[in-house]
DNA sequence: GCCGTTTTCGGCCCGACTGTTTTCAGTCG
């Protein structure tokens, strides 16, 4: 089999962009790379498979007839024979020194011409050499600078940290600046104001009076480890636990369009950009502009307005088709966290949760939720305490007691019940007919073929009890890659068979993913959004995962924890 | 290399900061 997965083919864009870049291409055709890269990655139909479908590659935006060949090639050969022209000419590990920052493709040529330096251990041994200042438009100085960017380079590896714990940072940060006297608003925007599973760095947006001190407030933050830059209306940070913090400073009469300038996408804004130009306008950070007249900026209403759209949530900002739903009047109306009736992912202390049954109904109930199903692991997770037939039984008992005398809540019985590798459930028909539902997870044999992991989904879901698909991919953000799926199979086979697609919330889960979220939408799937809560702290994980559902264009209507008890259970009866 | 209500050529987002520098190129977001 060895299918190539779309991402595959965006890397070797990237790599020829990069390598374009450092050869001193047409910056236009290196851009072409860049984008088709971002569109192949963001795209969830397979790539792979389109390629023998007429032309339909070419209908994907940013692919034309050059690179749907050039994607041909990739998926009918494996490789690409101009990456491999390119490589002929510059060594593929020059991308590498491009992480240094300062190093750009123009520098990095000169020193791979000038000093032949091809990597990093290159680079280092030049530096200590004192080669480096020696070459045009480099200095003592910057020599220094890059030995000391190679050492932090190896400090920490470029990863990009978790959206949940960058939440943690701004819990801090935010008020700190609000504290500071002239500040009127705060706003952390990019890919955090994105909802992005993880975040590169935080881009904050202050609006202030003219006298007031933030700068130099923010640079001596407690946590600012090192100062990168440093200007009236710009500085950029970074704080001991290695974020990177961008603080603007504008106008208020501009925080509109620098709301919408900094939220990004990048290529949304482009977009945005491109429209605007049409109809004569022109946008910046500073506002919509006709001549040297500003005619919007103040709000992002008046600015998405100034181009013809209604507001479009932060969400949707990818340019995945959200600017043309706009024009048609066609965005969906997602989720809110406020939508949500009830979790149907939740652990207790009978395998490896951290509280009672009573506790964790005591949580759900706070969070003015109607319903809460208690979804203990089953046996063949012998790490976790698995459940087998007779505990599980135990549990039903107990649940039926307590919920005689809980009021305002309702337990239901349920469990996360493992698919084995043949496709089977771990518990017999016979205890879970008990249930009110029942999760159904892999937690084994992740190394599957496609094919026969595929499979095992499939049949799995063959059992008339299983109701919603656990964390659909497995994936651990940083940690590990999801097991090999097809995906449009599975989502085809739970429409045909009524079952559910679990959006699971663990702030390293998040799992399916928004790009999964909105294919299995299209499909006409419905989900459930759970916090798969192993403590009454982890049910507030919850809002992470409607996070990555909205980013999945998913409304309340798809979504069936969203409905009142009774609606639900017939949603559960297949 | 893509794209088209400015359509097959000639455009392609734009401003801040740094320092390679003394008027601007490179990098970054």
């Given at each position: 089999m060895g299918q190539v997965r779309n991402s595959e083919v965006a890397d070797l864009f990237t790599l020829v962009a990069n390598l374009l870049d450092i050869q001193g291409a047409n910056p236009f055709r290196v851009r072409a790379y860049r984008n088709a890269a971002r569109v192949l990655a963001n795209e969830s139909r397979s790539v792979a498979e389109m390629v023998d479908r007429d032309h339909e590659l070419e209908t994907l935006p940013g692919i034309g007839r050059d690179l749907a060949e050039k994607i041909a090639e990739i998926v009918h050969s494996g490789h690409l024979p101009l990456l491999q022209e390119l490589e002929k000419k510059t060594p593929p590990s020059l991308v590498s020194l491009m992480k240094i920052p300062s190093l750009g493709p123009k520098r990095v040529r000169v020193l791979y011409e000038k000093l032949g330096v091809k990597n990093i251990d290159d680079l280092k041994e030049a530096a200590e050499a004192g080669k480096i200042r020696e070459l045009p438009g480099f200095s003592e100085k910057s020599e220094r600078h890059i030995l000391e960017e190679i050492r932090k380079l190896r400090l920490r590896g470029a990863e990009r940290m978790k959206w949940a714990d960058a939440e943690e940072v701004v819990r801090e940060l935010v008020p700190y600046l609000e504290d500071?006297?002239?500040?009127?608003r705060v706003t952390v925007a990019g890919s955090f104001r994105r909802k992005r599973e993880t975040v590169g760095d935080l881009d904050i947006l202050v609006a202030c009076s003219k006298s007031s001190p933030v700068m130099e407030r923010f640079i001596h933050y407690p946590e600012v480890g090192e100062i990168v830059s440093h200007g009236p209306t710009r500085s950029i940070v970074i704080l001991r636990s290695g974020l990177q913090v961008d603080v603007r400073v504008v106008p208020e009469i501009s925080y509109g369009a620098a709301l919408v300038y900094f939220t990004g996408s990048k290529s949304h804004s482009i977009k945005m950009r491109g429209m605007a130009v049409k109809s004569g306008l022109k946008i910046n950070e500073y506002g919509v502009y006709r001549g040297k007249r500003r005619i919007a900026g103040r709000t992002e209403e008046e600015v998405y307005r100034a181009v013809g759209l209604p507001y479009i949530e932060p969400e949707l900002r990818e340019d995945r088709g959200e600017i043309e739903a706009a024009l048609k009047g066609r965005l969906p109306k997602l989720v809110e966290i406020g939508d949500i009736r009830g979790d149907l992912h939740s652990h207790t202390l009978a395998t490896d949760g951290a509280n009672t049954l009573e506790g964790m109904a005591e949580a759900a109930k706070k969070l003015g939720y109607e319903y809460l199903a208690i979804t203990d692991h089953s046996r063949h997770l012998t790490v976790a305490k698995g459940l087998d037939e007779e505990r599980l039984m135990q549990q039903i008992r107990e649940i039926d007691r307590l919920n005689e005398k809980l009021v305002g809540i309702v337990l239901l019985k349920a469990i996360e019940v493992d698919i084995l590798e043949d496709g089977e459930l771990d518990l017999p028909d016979r205890v879970l007919r008990h249930l009110d539902l029942r999760v159904c997870s892999i937690h084994h044999r992740f190394g599957l073929s496609r094919e026969k992991q595929t499979e095992r989904l499939i049949r799995a879901m063959d059992n008339p009890y299983f109701n919603i698909l656990g964390h659909l991919t497995g994936r651990l953000i940083n940690r590990r890659e999801g097991y090999d799926i097809d995906f449009e199979r599975v989502f085809a086979a739970a429409k045909e068979r009524g079952c559910f697609i679990e959006i699971n919330s663990q702030p390293e889960r998040l799992d399916a993913d928004d790009t999964l979220c909105r294919q299995a939408k299209e499909m006409g799937l419905k989900f459930a959004i759970s916090s798969d809560a192993h403590s009454v702290e982890s049910l507030k994980f919850m809002r992470f995962g409607v996070s990555q559902a909205r980013r999945g264009w998913i409304e309340a209507d798809d979504v069936i924890n969203t409905r009142p008890l009774k609606e639900l259970k017939r949603l559960l009866v297949r």
């Open positions: 500071v006297e002239g500040v009127k």
